[in-house]
């Protein structure tokens, strides 16, 4: 198996974990959008955010998250997801400060998903796993 190869399914697999973690965020909108309001209120400040905005962001994020798991719009899409993770991250900076409280400790492993969304994006044109990839490999063999 080639080096390309390789890094091509190691990039995969750190597309669809990613994907999966960032889908459960999503589903959480849908299933319980008061929780999700509850999260914009305590991280990021923002409060008063009805069910209805929660399922029209939940809608966004889901569209966003499929153009990431196939591949599409690779850096828009990575990007962002990028930058979504990088922001939930950085707004649990009092977590990291108490990480023995409660189930603070939790909050670290966004550490290596924001490494992982930092090297999809990175490496993005080598990830050919993808519906773009696919399609760049068929030019270039025709």
């Known amino acids: 198996m080639s080096q390309q190869t390789r890094l091509s399914w190691?990039?995969?697999?750190?597309?669809?974990?990613?994907f999966a973690v960032m889908m459960m965020w999503?589903?959480?909108?849908?299933?319980?959008?008061?929780?999700?309001?509850?999260?914009?209120?305590h991280f990021?400040?923002?409060?008063?955010?009805?069910?209805?905005?929660?399922?029209?962001?939940?809608v966004l994020e889901l569209a966003l998250l499929?153009?990431?798991?196939?591949?599409?719009?690779?850096?828009?899409s990575y990007?962002?997801?990028l930058l979504l993770h990088a922001v939930s991250t950085l707004s649990s900076w009092r977590q990291y400060l108490q990480p023995f409280e409660g189930a603070n400790i939790?909050?670290?492993a966004a550490?290596?998903?924001?490494?992982?969304c930092l090297a999809l994006y990175s490496l993005r044109d080598a990830d050919t796993?993808?519906?773009?990839?696919?399609?760049q490999t068929s030019r270039a063999q025709a």
């Open 79 to 81: 990007g962002l997801v």
């Open 44 to 58: 990021y400040a923002i409060g008063g955010i009805g069910a209805t905005v929660v399922h029209v962001l939940g």
């Open 10 to 18: 190691v990039l995969l697999a750190l597309r669809l974990t990613v």
């Open 106 to 108: 939790l909050f670290f």
């Open 129 to 135: 796993l993808t519906v773009e990839g696919r399609q």
């Open 26 to 41: 999503t589903i959480d909108k849908f299933v319980r959008p008061e929780h999700a309001a509850g999260i914009f209120q």
């Open 66 to 76: 499929t153009a990431f798991v196939v591949g599409f719009a690779r850096r828009w």
């Open 111 to 116: 550490w290596p998903m924001l490494a992982a």
